[in-house]
């Protein structure tokens, strides 16, 4: 471990940094350390900037970084909400500020955040970020960040796209990796999903379940340290012998051994399990692939805690046999992040229930929709309503990352039409014009309206401004007429004194207007 703190030290002397450790929020003190230490207390501009790829983990970051500067003056914001964070930093500038990169480019936008001044940038976890889908968000935030800033990068795998990531925001950036041991045997674990605010409950559920002769829950943070003895104390389990009990090792014959926190490296899991003969994680979805690489090739299994499989057990074979193909063959990412909020209410049994039936309703929808379709084969295409295009307005541009698949993606799922239906699309740098068929425009506004695109909640109206030329065949061209009317009632310059042709449209409603003036001749054939 001294060892650990020295390179860790020598790194932060340097440049950019990338650190390759599991998706384990316990571990954040690890890269966020050395880079508070260089933190000037007395300067009250922004300094360090914390990208992290939910708001969860901006939360956990800031309430890290906060414990790592309890006898400093120092000012730290999670901007969970970026309308109260940019309230807070006017009213008193943070020197530290922790947000995702849709967060933080609303900070911008509303002037409440200045890069200028950032001397350093974390970005945790780059692999998260590019499950979600959210590079394009990345890529507009760091263009903003001086070239000259020092850039720390938290990942738990490198990929090709984390690579090519790497190259583009900290080239020739040092690497911290846990060193692999050459006595490392594969270990096999076991684990329960569950989210980070419901680990106690499952800890309890899972210690029911196992009813261990001899346990240990190993912690490696001080808060989680605090709340499982407190289970613990409240399951029996108070005294200094009890046969379970919290701490970072087991003893040799130890039954079991639950990871309530994920362990930072082999060799700590080794330290933590190595001796106990059951081992299981409880584990947050994202930290799935981490546990994995633990594991250095030992059997990672889930298990089913008895109160929840209760709960879904009548499967068909057929059904199991599809999923289990699906889960050896699949990667998932952002589809692990996105199921995760539901943990804090729900097992992950209970998640995967709740999908398949909604997979098997949508099925159905579709199997009935093929039949229609395939009973009414001599129906005619569905064709573009005549007449000009309407011009839609959204509130969303160029500015957020936004590009014309990204409104056609969302007029057509959200909207309920098809791409025959949508004209020519203009990104501007505020917003956006969409030419949408005259039949279709009233429901694409109320159905798209409130869809989020790009991370913003979409506005969309009836365009106000002037058509285009290529349109002017309704009230330009009758401007136009007006304005030769006008001519007209003055007499034509090369033709002085002759009549005034008639107006082109009727007169207003209403009494004396523009269609009386028809009537009157014009003043200039009277001087004549």
């Known amino acids: ?15 950019n940094v990338v650190y390759v450790m599991p998706h384990n929020w ?36 800031a309430a890290s970084a906060v414990k790592l500067t309890e006898q400093r003056d120092v000012g730290i914001i999670a901007a969970t909400s970026a309308r109260r964070a940019a309230r807070l930093i006017r009213l008193r500038p943070a020197q530290v500020v922790a947000a995702t990169p849709d967060a933080l480019a609303e900070l911008l936008k509303a002037a409440a955040l200045k890069l200028e001044t950032v001397k350093m940038v974390a970005i945790a976890w780059l692999d ?3 499950a979600q889908a959210a590079t394009s968000s990345l890529e507009n935030l760091m263009t903003e960040i001086p070239k000259e800033a ?28 846990a060193a692999a041991s050459t006595t490392d045997q594969p270990m096999p674990i076991e684990f329960v999903t569950t989210s980070a605010e419901s680990r106690l409950g499952a800890l309890r559920r899972t210690l029911d379940a196992v009813d261990p002769a001899s346990a240990v829950v190993f912690v490696r943070d001080r808060d989680s340290d605090g709340r499982v003895r407190d289970l613990l104390r409240s399951l029996g389990y108070a005294s200094a012998d009890a046969p379970i009990r919290a701490g970072l090792t087991a003893a040799p014959g130890t039954e079991l051994v639950v990871l309530y926190d994920v362990p930072a490296s082999r060799e700590e899991l080794r330290e933590a399990a190595g001796a106990a003969k059951r081992v299981i994680s409880l584990i947050q979805p994202r930290q799935l692939s981490s546990l994995r690489s633990l594991a250095a090739g030992g059997a990672v299994k889930p298990i089913t805690l008895a109160d929840s499989g209760a709960r879904a057990r009548d499967r068909d074979a057929h059904i ?40 098997e309703r949508e099925q159905a929808k579709a199997s009935v929709a093929a039949n229609a379709v395939a009973s009414n084969a001599t129906a005619v295409p569905r064709e573009r309503s005549a007449g000009p295009m309407v011009r839609l307005f959204v509130n969303v ?10 409104l056609v993606g969302a007029i057509t799922n959200q909207g309920g039409v098809t791409s025959e239906d949508i004209g020519k699309v203009e990104v501007r740098e505020s917003h956006s014009i969409v030419e949408v068929s005259p039949a279709e425009a009233d429901g694409v506004i109320e159905r798209v309206t409130g869809a989020l695109i790009r991370g913003r909640r979409a506005v969309v109206r009836r365009d106000e401004q002037r058509p285009s030329r290529d349109d002017d065949r309704g009230p330009r061209g009758d401007r136009g007429a007006r304005s030769g009317d006008r001519g007209a ?40």
């Open 150 to 177: 020092a850039r720390t990068v938290v990942t738990a795998e490198i990929s090709p796209a984390v690579e090519e990531l790497l190259e583009r925001y900290a080239r020739r950036a040092r690497r911290v990796v």
């Open 1 to 15: 471990m001294e060892q650990d703190a020295r390179e860790v030290a020598a790194v932060s002397r340097g440049q």
């Open 489 to 528: 009632r003055g007499g034509d310059r090369g033709e002085r004194g002759a009549p005034a042709g008639p107006r082109r449209y009727p007169p207003k409603a209403g009494g004396a207007g523009r269609g009386s003036r028809e009537r009157t001749p014009p003043r200039r054939e009277g001087r004549e």
């Open 26 to 61: 316990g571990s954040i003190g690890q890269f966020l350390g050395p880079m508070l230490d260089r933190v000037d207390d007395q300067n009250r501009d922004v300094q360090l900037l914390l990208v992290s790829s939910d708001v969860e983990l901006a939360a956990a970051m």
């Open 320 to 359: 199991r046999a599809e999923l289990r193909k699906l889960l050896e063959d699949g990667h998932f990412g952002r589809e692990l992040i996105a199921l995760e909020p539901l943990l804090e209410d729900f097992d992950g049994i209970e998640i995967a229930a709740a999908a398949l039936q909604f997979a």
């Open 128 to 130: 998260e970020l590019i």
């Open 397 to 406: 541009g160029a500015r957020d990352g936004a590009r014309p698949g990204d």
